[in-house]
């Protein structure tokens, strides 16, 4: 079969989402923190693999499991859309894959 610009156009989207997923997937054991509480400049996690703990901490000091989320999941969207300017603390519960795009890359791509 003879490639056409359509072919040769997906060809070079496919070889862009190989390149984006393995320059910048992260992995992380059960119990580290993926990301921060506080962090102001959070990146944007796609979690491909795993499960995470989302943690609040209150004015007393205390902390609170908020919300699980789990592989398909997108985490640090709400700092994206300028919804929250301080980050939740995020910790992995098991083993966990993401792809971790940095904040300057996600804004170009998605605002």
Request: hydrophobic share 40%; with cysteine.
């Amino acid at each position: 079969m003879k490639a056409t610009p359509i072919h040769n156009d997906l060809l070079h989207i496919m070889e862009d989402s190989i390149n984006i997923t393995h320059r910048f997937t992260k992995s992380y054991v059960p119990g580290d923190q993926i990301i921060p509480f506080g962090q102001a400049e959070t990146p944007l996690f796609f979690l491909i693999e795993g499960t995470v703990k989302i943690y609040l901490y209150h004015e007393n000091g205390t902390r609170s499991i908020i919300h699980f989320a789990q592989a398909g999941d997108i985490l640090g969207e709400l700092s994206l859309l300028g919804v929250e300017e301080q980050s939740k603390e995020v910790i992995a519960q098991s083993n966990c894959t993401c792809i971790v795009v940095p904040r300057d890359k996600h804004e170009q791509l998605l605002l």
